[in-house]
């Protein structure tokens, strides 16, 4: 596996920490609160977007009055005490980290959640500091499965995309992988599961937790 690799870049919301959980708590009390009932189709509709992104489908789906911004910040709001005391990592994702940092490897973050809570999270489970450079798929064109933001952090590492590894959770993640022309291990996550079979006909390998990397 590590023959020619030189970065590894991870996706982080169901791939190093457990945490998609949050967010469809966090849609359906954000639209309760407006008197919607959460769709069924809303979670696999937003998938791959970018923070920005999902709050203007949220705004065109919903017709809601608050701006685009004022969404975000609201989702924030929600979510940083989850991020910041009750996430828990992924199974093994920790010592997985130090083992690849160990190993020289350059390690990035390429997520569709916002820079502060990614920060956030890695930094109370003390993993910040093995990340070369984390970046948000609202710092580039298009979100997942689009590949900028895997595209970005590779040049950001200053590595081609071929000798990049990329963990993740999601079929659309999976995808913006491949179209980067990277390798791509999905990690298995409740939420995704569901699309397992789609998943592991783009990925390279499904791994249930980082223990099975052997």
Avoid at 11 to 17: E, N
Avoid at 79 to 101: C, H, M, S, T
Avoid at 108 to 127: F, M, Q
């Amino acid at each position: 596996m590590f023959n020619k690799l030189e970065a590894v870049i991870f996706d982080l919301d169901g791939t190093i920490v457990d945490s998609m959980w949050i967010w469809e708590q966090i849609d359906i009390e954000f639209l309760e609160k407006r008197g919607i009932e959460l769709p069924d189709d809303l979670q696999k509709a937003v998938e791959g977007m970018s923070f920005t992104e999902t709050a203007i489908y949220f705004k065109n789906r919903f017709k809601l009055k608050e701006t685009v911004e004022e969404i975000k910040e609201e989702w924030h709001k929600m979510a940083y005490d989850f991020y910041k005391n009750r996430v828990p990592l992924k199974d093994g994702a920790k010592e997985f980290i130090q083992y690849l940092k160990s190993q020289n490897i350059r390690l990035g973050i390429g997520t569709s959640n916002s820079k502060e809570l990614a920060t956030e999270v890695l930094r109370s489970h003390n993993i910040l500091h093995y990340f070369n450079t984390i970046r948000t798929s609202c710092e580039v064109k298009k979100g997942k499965p689009h590949p900028d933001v895997f595209l970005k952090v590779a040049d950001d590492l200053k590595v081609v995309p071929k000798n990049c590894l990329v963990f993740e959770d999601t079929y659309a993640g999976v995808l913006a992988a491949k179209r980067a022309g990277m390798k791509v291990f999905a990690v298995a996550d409740k939420l995704s599961f569901p699309y397992k079979d789609e998943i592991c006909s783009l990925a390279d390998k499904y791994i249930k937790t980082f223990k099975d990397i052997a």
